[in-house]
């Protein structure tokens, strides 16, 4: 008789297995290959599904901060890589932006540095310069072209008119730069980017920065304080001589406003306790510090998640 119902059990296992445990699945959307998102959006997506419990993230290329911010309003992602001037925009409904997104930051990253990059031989020795050359703005849909439009602007350089204009991300902008195809590119990210470490270490090229950082005032005047002065420190790249002065913005961790309390918590708390894990893979993540959370970094609200964690570390709210 018990040889009957266990055989009964078992054939009831067989016709309805047990069921896994159901993972959430994180979209974490990053920028292009050559960039500084996309190795550190990778670095993000393994901590989240190690050490959230049930999580399983994965990376996305995409090409970057206007094109994620997107994707998170229309619900097609979860966590978004964005510059700060971008996530300003997509908040408010302007610029690329047709409506307000509904946005809320889990955490201010580290500086992007705005790169105008050309090689010798150019004939291109200061911004002013850049005009009727053939240059790339950066990929479509990116915080790069974003940014890069504003500063053309700032030195009264039509982007449509007075130059040769191509919308590249910035390893296709290294590529054509090396081919002749254009004269130079913008590109915002973290140092050292890799695509152009291997511009400046291609032999028979010597890379030149330009400086730009006169430009912020007249750019903070129109748009807001989203923009400060910083440097490249010489060396950063291969050839590069000597410090450039140039225009920072803040990169930021967005997520849609209406993420679950628990999960942005979750997710806000494994960032900054698994830094270290962030940092082996690009060093800057060594940027990514409490203290800097509430002191202007972000021009978007933070969500109740991440604010309920900072609560915990003495980070007060503003």
Known sequence: MKRIVLLAVATVLIAFPVRAEEKTR???????????????????ANVLSKYVPGTVATAEVTS??????????????????????????????????QGKTPIRAIAVLYPNKTQAVTVEGKGIEKMGDLKGKRISTGA????????????????????????????????ESVGALKDNKIDAFFWSGGLPTAAVTDLAATPGQKIKLLDHSDAIPAMVKKYGPL???????????????????????????????????????????????????????????SHIELEKQIQGGSPIPF????????????????
Do not use: C
Not at 26 to 35: D, E, I
Not at 73 to 79: C, Q, S, V
């Open 140 to 171: 479509p849909g990116s915080g790069t072209e974003l940014l890069a439009l504003r500063l053309l602007e700032a030195y009264g350089i039509d982007p449509e008119k007075d130059v040769k204009r191509e919308k590249l991300s910035v390893a």
């Open 227 to 285: 923009y400060v002065k910083d440097t490249i420190p010489a060396k950063t790249y291969p050839g590069q001589e000597k410090e450039v002065s140039i225009l920072s913005v803040w990169n930021l961790l967005v997520v849609n406003e209406k993420m679950d309390e628990n999960l942005a918590y979750e997710i806000t708390k494994t960032i900054f306790e698994k830094k270290p894990e962030l940092v082996a893979v690009h060093k800057e993540a």
């Open 64 to 97: 970057a901060s206007i094109d994620n911010l997107k994707l998170i309003g229309a619900g097609r992602a979860d966590i978004a890589f964005t510059m700060a001037d971008t996530a300003w925009d997509g908040y408010n409904g302007t610029g690329k932006f």
């Open 303 to 318: 969500h109740p998640g991440a604010f309920k964690y900072f609560g915990e570390k003495g980070i007060k709210s503003r």
């Open 26 to 44: 994180l979209s974490v959307v990053t920028g292009g290959t050559g960039g500084v998102y996309y190795p550190l959006g990778g670095a993000v």
